[in-house]
């Protein structure tokens, strides 16, 4: 009976120690036995919420959402310079199933960097990207390409809008010559332009395109618009005028009457 009594109180210590083991809710940093690192809210031994886990050998770190070990919602995944000894952003936004889906910003360098939708870690659906050497692409993207239809506007003030293919123009577009006031408009193959026509354009419409252009302004009906304002101002009279045009309605009545007087004439 001894024996069996021991035997619980060991079982129950095991018990106790097992469930303070266990990872659940938020928890101080864990280490594991490759220098990782993570800090942050557990559920059921799997990182799940809010955390920061450190890859030591890659040299990257993540702060945000977890689900079931996953990276999962807002989050912003970090990269080690070694030069400098700090971390930079690579990419901040949403993220699913441990992938970078949603919408989310890209950084590249200083300079380059993309801001919009993103599949599977690529860049896909509508976003603009700030290239290294000036240039700015806005438009459909698939597969970390641009593929559909944008804008591409070069640094030294031209223009290309239309259908794009694998990063390359392809299809029909538009080339505007910024310095040559001419555009070109036609088909593309593979970043050359095939067939198509070169014509003068105004000087007034070589500016950056707008993304989001206003409609030009116009009277459904200027005719009718112009004659109802020509006849309310036709009745719009000051009070000195109808003073004026009284008096003259007055003046002819007053000299037939002078004419009308009959003056005596003597024998």
């Given at each position: 009976?001894?024996l069996?009594?021991?035997?619980r109180?060991?079982?129950s210590r095991c018990?106790r120690?097992e469930?303070?083991?266990q990872r659940n809710?938020?928890?101080?940093t864990?280490?594991?036995?490759?220098?990782?690192?993570?800090?942050?809210?557990?559920k059921?031994?799997?990182?799940?919420g809010r955390g920061?886990?450190?890859?030591?050998?890659?040299?990257?770190?993540?702060?945000?959402e977890?689900?079931q070990?996953l990276?999962?919602?807002?989050?912003?995944?970090?990269?080690?310079?070694?030069?400098?000894e700090?971390?930079?952003k690579?990419?901040s936004g949403?993220w699913?199933?441990?992938?970078r889906?949603?919408?989310g910003?890209?950084f590249?360098?200083?300079?380059?960097?993309?801001?919009?939708?993103?599949v599977?870690n690529m860049?896909s659906?509508?976003g603009r990207?700030?290239?290294?050497n000036?240039d700015?692409?806005?438009g459909?993207?698939?597969r970390d390409k641009?593929?559909g239809?944008g804008?591409l506007?070069?640094k030294?003030?031209?223009?290309?809008?239309?259908?794009?293919?694998?990063?390359?123009?392809h299809g029909?577009g538009?080339?505007f010559?910024?310095?040559k006031?001419q555009v070109y408009e036609g088909?593309w193959?593979d970043?050359?332009p095939?067939?198509g026509?070169?014509s003068?354009?105004?000087s007034?419409n070589?500016h950056t395109?707008?993304?989001n252009?206003?409609?030009?302004?116009m009277?459904k009906d200027?005719?009718?618009v112009?004659?109802?304002a020509?006849?309310?101002?036709?009745?719009?009279?000051?009070?000195?005028?109808?003073?004026i045009?009284?008096k003259?309605a007055?003046?002819?009545?007053?000299e037939?009457e002078?004419?009308t007087v009959?003056i005596?004439?003597?024998d």
């Open positions: 009976m001894a069996i009594g021991k035997l109180i060991v079982k018990e120690m469930k303070m083991a809710g938020l928890r101080h864990i280490r594991t036995l490759n220098g990782d690192t993570y800090t942050g809210e557990w059921n031994h799997l990182r799940h920061t886990q450190v890859w030591k050998k890659a040299g990257t770190m993540y702060e945000g977890w689900k070990d990276r999962h919602g807002f989050g912003t995944l970090y990269k080690l310079q070694p030069s400098t700090q971390y930079l690579v990419y949403s699913c199933n441990g992938k889906e949603g919408l910003k890209g590249y360098s200083s300079r380059a960097c993309y801001e919009g939708e993103w599977a860049r659906g509508w990207m700030d290239f290294e000036g700015v692409y806005e459909q993207w698939l641009p593929h239809q804008v506007l070069l030294n003030g031209n223009w290309y809008e239309g259908s794009m293919k694998d990063g390359k123009k029909h538009r080339y010559y910024k310095d006031c088909i193959v970043d050359m095939r067939c026509t070169v003068e354009c105004n007034r070589t395109p707008d993304p252009p206003l409609p030009p302004l009277l200027a005719q009718a112009l004659k109802k020509h006849n309310r101002f036709c009745f719009m009279e000051k009070p000195e005028q109808q003073t045009k009284q003259k007055e003046k002819p009545d007053i037939e002078e004419s009959n005596p004439v003597k």
